[in-house]
Structure formats: C-alpha cells, structure tokens
C-alpha cells in the first residue's frame, strides 16, 4: 500500500501487485480499489496492477468542499498516480466514473496510454438534466441517511439486480464497501464529479482524432451506457466494442471470466501492434 499526492495536494490511496507492464485500475462511484480484486488476481502473473481509490474514497483523502471534486480532478489524480508510481506508459482500465476519466486522460494524455478499456460508460449522455438531477438527489440522502441509505438504492437499480443474481459473493463484497465508505466523500463525488461531468457526445471531435487502441464492455440491460458505448466504436478510430448478454453495469464483478479473458487478449493484442 502507498500513497501519492495529486496536483492539489490531496492523498490518494493506491495498491499494486505484480510486475510487467502497468496496467491502472480506475473504480466506479460505487466501487473501490477492491472492485478489481478479481481482475488483479489473473492479470498480475503478466502485468505491473495497481488500483486507487479516488479522492472521497477512505483511505484516500477526503477534502471538505464540493469544489475540490470534478473529472478534472478525478483525471489529475489518475496522472498523480502514475507519476507517483514512476509509471511511464501504461493500460487503463475504467468502469463507468473511473471509465468516464479515464477517456479524459487518455484525450489529454495519449503518448502515456498503451490501451484503454472503457466499461459501463456515458451515464447520463442520453439525458444529462435527469442525470444531474438524480447527482443531487444521491448527494441530499447521504446527508440525511447516510451509505446505507444509498446502498439500498443502487441495490434495486434495474442497471445492477444483476450482480445480486448472478454473483452473490461479488454483491456482498460490493455492500460490505459501500457501507464503509463516506457519506461526505460520495455527496461531494456525486456533486463534483457525476452532476458537473459533460455528456460523452460534447466531445466528439477529440475523440475522433484520438490514436490509442479501445475496447468498450458494456452489458445489453445497462440502458444509460448501450448508446453511449455505441457511438465511441463509431466515432473512435481503433475501437472495438463488446456487448455482454444477461449483464447489467457490472460486468467485471458480474461475469468476471469472461471479462478477464476479453481484456487480457486485448492488452496482449494491443501490446504486439504498439512495440
């Protein structure tokens, strides 16, 4: 376990295991570092695998004030981490929030990504006014009920009953972090981050001129994400996109096999084009 600093001197929590070349684990709103425990163990036979836990997120810091929360901190933090690790190129692995800036960095930063996967991205791109309005909504019960409260939620959102069905260990795991994390860090993360991030089509002409290897994961039940994921295999010059059967948002916890195998022979795939 270490930790870095990012640009604004917030502490970041990050895990790594393994050795080869670095492969960065980027969480969700609901996760944790601990969401990729099952893809670090099969990747770091073969890669360097480290995992954070975004500002917010004990044990990362969690400052006090909304304003210190935004993708762009989100993406300063990732770059944080990787210069704090010393990590010169790597792959990027995101799902859903860590997926949305994990794409900034690699907009911002391309020379520095090998590959990026993008899971369970664009929420809230086909309706950005519910999306936002829903950000608050999140924010105002975790001040008044606090991480149970929107555990209970989140549990019952159609996007992820699946995870309960199929993976009860994984939804139990996925409770018992949503339960210790922070009623402050998720509200200031859901104002910050979720309810000012931008729609993913605002960004269309950077993306079109965007020269790193793509794999998009998105599960044919997560609706806010299917478009979304759709129009980056289009607009993207090297995108490949997989779609998931009977799978909701969470397709690494959900079909963690299947999801292995499909990323780890992209790395490997996207390592031999780039050497």
């Not at 695998?49 to 210190?68: E, L």
């Not at 792959?91 to 800036?101: E, I, R, Y």
């Not at 699946?162 to 996925?174: S, Y």
């Not at 490949?240 to 195998?261: A, I, Y």
């Amino acid at each position: 376990m270490k930790s870095v600093r990012s640009a604004d001197g917030t502490r970041i929590h990050c895990e790594e295991s393994g050795a080869g070349t670095p492969v960065v684990f980027v969480h969700e709103y609901g996760g944790s570092c601990r969401s990729f425990d099952l893809q670090v163990a099969a990747f770091r036979q073969r890669f360097r695998c480290v995992a954070f836990n975004a500002r917010g997120y004990p044990p990362s810091a969690i400052p006090p004030t909304v304003d210190s929360y935004s993708q762009d901190h989100a993406v300063a933090d990732i770059a944080a981490v990787m210069d704090g690790l010393g990590l010169d190129r790597v792959h990027l692995v995101g799902v859903s929030m860590g997926a949305a800036s994990t794409l900034q960095y690699s907009l911002r930063e391309p020379a520095r990504v090998v590959s990026a996967t993008l899971v369970g991205i664009g929420s809230g791109s086909d309706d950005p006014s519910t999306f936002r309005a829903n950000a608050e909504a999140n924010a105002k019960l975790l001040e008044s009920r606090g991480m149970a409260a929107l555990l209970a939620q989140m549990s019952e959102s159609p996007t992820r009953r699946r995870l309960k069905d199929k993976n009860p260990p994984e939804f139990r795991r996925f409770s018992e972090q949503m339960l210790a994390m922070s009623p402050l860090g998720h509200g200031n993360t859901s104002r910050g981050v979720q309810g000012r991030r931008p729609t993913l089509y605002v960004h269309e002409k950077r993306l079109a001129a965007l020269r790193v290897p793509v794999l998009v994961v998105v599960g044919d039940e997560d609706e806010p994400c299917r478009k979304p994921s759709e129009f980056l295999e289009r607009v993207l010059p090297d995108a490949r996109l997989r779609v998931f059967p009977q799978t909701g948002h969470c397709v690494n916890l959900e079909n963690p096999e299947e999801f292995n195998s499909l990323c780890l022979a992209f790395l490997d795939e996207t390592a031999v084009a780039r050497a």
